[in-house]
């Protein structure tokens, strides 16, 4: 879909890769979804070590998060070295992709073990199953958004880019509005259960849940347009700033050719 596109229908990504996504600043998120990953999983380990009874599925997941945080950590500190930046920024923008879909549904992990911990109504579990699920539609739909903006001229030069507000209040309304919805029409029966304050709990995380999830859906295509635009053009590509040898202000930013 984006492959017949030219460089200048991704003028406005260019922007971006050289101002607020530049390879240096990356490795900051990488480090706060570290800490966020870290929190989750800790989490979800006291829920799991409160009873000895858990879904076999739910100790596979927490196995498998732990062993992707190993890998987080790894990445992390390996691009805290400004070198390692730029010399590999084709592969930190694939990277930037997968956690940041990742820090997206991360919660919903600790979500599913408070519900075991706290022995929530067995609807608790349907319920969140059912806006992780329109999460993940939500965000192949925003991609494909996007691929259609960038067909149309929209990340050209005095295009509207991402979002135009004014045109897109019902794409950004829309999917909130599904959540609440949701999570509204459950309310009677979590105060009309007689155990409502320990159900309580979990759909206060749920609507934590959906926050994060559905607020990353919406800004996730600009990193796959990053991730894209770094693969096929070699003007995307920031070259590491110099530095005198007295420590002085970096040069202007270049672009090169020959990065990984």
Known sequence: MLNKCSEDDFTIIRDVAFG????????????????????IIA???????????????????IL???????VHLFFALFFLNDKFCYKFQRFQSILLCI????????????YFFLLHDRNAAPYMAALGLVLFLGGIVFIILSTIRVMKRVQQGEFRRGGKG????????????LPFFFGIVMLAGFLPRIFSDDSSYMSAEPFVALFFCFIIQYGVAMAWPEFY???HCKSRFDSFIIERPQRNGKGGAAYENKTKSNKI
């Open 20 to 39: 607020r996504l530049r390879p240096n600043r990356i490795p900051l998120f990488f480090m706060a979804t570290l800490v966020f990953s870290l929190v």
């Open 64 to 70: 498998i998060d732990m062993a992707l945080f190993v």
């Open 225 to 227: 347009l990053l991730s």
């Open 162 to 173: 991402l979002f135009n507000f004014s045109d897109s209040k019902v794409y950004i309304s």
């Open 99 to 110: 956690i940041s879909f990742k820090f997206s549904i991360e919660t919903y992990l600790a």
């Open 43 to 61: 989490f979800s380990l006291l829920a799991l070590g409160s009873d000895g009874a858990v879904d076999p599925l739910l100790s596979l997941v």
